[in-house]
């Protein structure tokens, strides 16, 4: 699918990997709605690429629902949705004060799990309902994992649980809508340069680079955008999930 005159959403467009993603997106021509909690963020994203920003919790189905109706009224029916929105807190599961993170787990699990099947429900519905194209296809769907879905680290049980999760969907979702021409995929990213990353002090960021093989750096978001954009491209490419890593293996800690 050529990128060029086409519909997309972005979940948590308003910055890091979303944000990198709207921009590339619009760059290629594409009419880019942006959806965020975040409705300041996303609206300033949107008006340097020329879209249009929805304030949307993912975690609620009314309001995802909405945002998509929206973005469908304004823009048309997407052919293109990609998943970045999402939350990575950081606890064990017993504490060392024996506190247990139960109501954290169950938060992210709402917010990267609940969020990004909602999105991919209602945007599907829309994109099903369009002519189809070259190959019959209808639309792509990218969902953003993370390589700590393989290697997660001491304190990510929820937030590798989440990834996990939408790594596991990527194939029987490709399969459920493959006779409507959606195709749907993943991306595992590993380490990039997103604003969480920036918020740690340099000794920090240094020793995270210290584990990266090859390119030995952080991740530029435009990276993650780019390979969005080469899935678009690429109507072979479906069901699977794409580590995005440079080799890195996370340790343990």
Do not use: W
């Not at 959806?35 to 993912?58: C, P, S």
């Amino acid at each position: 699918m050529q990128v060029s005159g086409q519909t997309a959403i972005v979940t948590g467009g308003a910055r890091g990997l979303g944000a990198a993603t709207a921009r590339k997106l619009a760059a290629e021509g594409a009419r880019v709605g942006i959806l965020d909690f975040d409705l300041d963020g996303a609206a300033e994203v949107a008006r340097e690429i020329g879209g249009h920003a929805v304030q949307t919790d993912v975690s609620d189905e009314t309001s995802v629902a909405q945002a998509v109706q929206s973005i469908v009224d304004k823009l048309g029916a997407p052919r293109i949705v990609v998943n970045c929105a999402g939350i990575a807190p950081a606890a064990r599961v017993v504490g060392r004060d024996g506190q247990l993170a139960t109501d954290m787990f169950a938060r992210v699990l709402q917010v990267n799990v609940l969020g990004t099947y909602h999105v991919m429900s209602h945007a599907a519905r829309a994109m099903m309902a369009l002519e189809p194209l070259e190959d019959g296809e209808r639309g792509v769907i990218v969902n953003t994992a993370s390589v700590a879905y393989e290697d997660g680290q001491i304190g990510q049980v929820a937030y590798s649980a989440s990834k996990g999760a939408i790594a596991s969907m990527c194939l029987p979702a490709a399969r459920e809508m493959a006779k409507q021409g959606v195709r749907v995929m993943a991306i595992a990213p590993g380490l990039f340069n997103t604003p969480m990353m920036q918020g740690l002090p340099q000794e920090t960021v240094d020793g995270i680079v210290a584990n990266i093989p090859y390119p030995h750096r952080l991740g530029d978001p435009a990276e993650y955008a780019q390979t969005v954009c080469q899935i678009c491209e690429n109507r072979y490419l479906n069901g699977t999930v794409i580590r995005l890593d440079a080799a890195v293996r996370l340790p343990q800690r």
